[in-house]
């Protein structure tokens, strides 16, 4: 079955510390999206990707990169200068032909300890 | 001013109540609206997509005012399995997805 896959579904890390969250997808999607999710709260866009080899900066991109090197693959690095990283993130593809429809991938928890 | 707003509720509601939710946005060229569901740490899926003319899908119906730049979601019959977080999302051009920060509802026994 097609879909995004997300892993890993929980990740701690310690202050100071980067990390990489992985997004694969197998949709033949173009486009693909990070957001984080803090408690309580809507999601909120860091970074996208609407073609290989280019994406933009979201609402909050500070302390987070990205790479997309391939069209299944969009991992997120949360860097170091992230100053509050602890969230849920959740990532999303798009096809273009279908117009607005998102896909989820079920999201990574990430704690910093 | 936020780009989407929902009221953050909880709704406690009992069992068979009828509850609407309502949602404002900013933006007056938004193209597109749509009530995602989210349950308890578990990723947004698409309830269903509002229409200028108004919509129904089940016991949920959606309703869209451009000239107030309102949405709302209503749920008649309500189930315990209604229980759940309601974000309303707006798509505007730039092919981006906005999202209010939800409202929660919990239905009771």
């Known amino acids: 079955d097609g879909g995004i896959t997300q892993s890993p579904k929980y990740l701690f890390r310690k202050e100071g510390q980067n990390v990489t969250l992985s997004c694969e997808q197998n949709?033949?999607?173009?486009?693909m999206y990070w957001y984080r999710q803090d408690p309580g709260q809507g999601l909120r866009l860091i970074y996208y990707?609407?073609?290989?080899?280019?994406?933009q900066k979201g609402d909050i991109a500070e302390g987070y990169s990205v790479s997309r090197e391939k069209k299944e693959s969009f991992p997120l690095t949360v860097t170091s200068a992230q100053k509050n990283p602890t969230a849920f993130y959740l990532c999303?593809?798009?096809?273009?032909?279908?117009?607005?429809?998102?896909?989820f991938g079920s999201g990574t928890r990430l704690t910093v300890v | 001013r936020k780009e989407v707003e929902q009221d953050p509720g909880p709704f406690n509601v009992p069992e068979g109540a009828t509850v609407a939710f309502n949602c404002t946005y900013s933006?007056?060229?938004?193209?597109?609206f749509f009530w995602y569901r989210q349950d308890c740490r578990k990723e947004p899926k698409l309830l269903m997509s509002?229409?200028?003319s108004g919509n129904e899908d089940g016991r949920f119906t959606a309703q869209l005012n451009r000239a107030s730049q309102y949405i709302s979601l209503l749920i008649r019959d309500s189930k315990l399995s209604d229980s759940a977080t309601y974000l309303c999302?707006?798509?505007?051009?730039?092919?981006?997805?906005?999202f209010g920060g939800g409202t929660r509802l919990m239905v009771k026994p």
């Open positions: 509002v229409y200028s």
């Open positions: 933006n007056s060229a938004s193209q597109s």
């Open positions: 999302v707006v798509y505007n051009a730039g092919n981006m997805l906005t």
């Open positions: 949709l033949n999607h173009d486009a």
């Open positions: 999303a593809s798009r096809d273009p032909t279908g117009g607005t429809r998102y896909t």
């Open positions: 990707s609407q073609i290989v080899n280019d994406f």
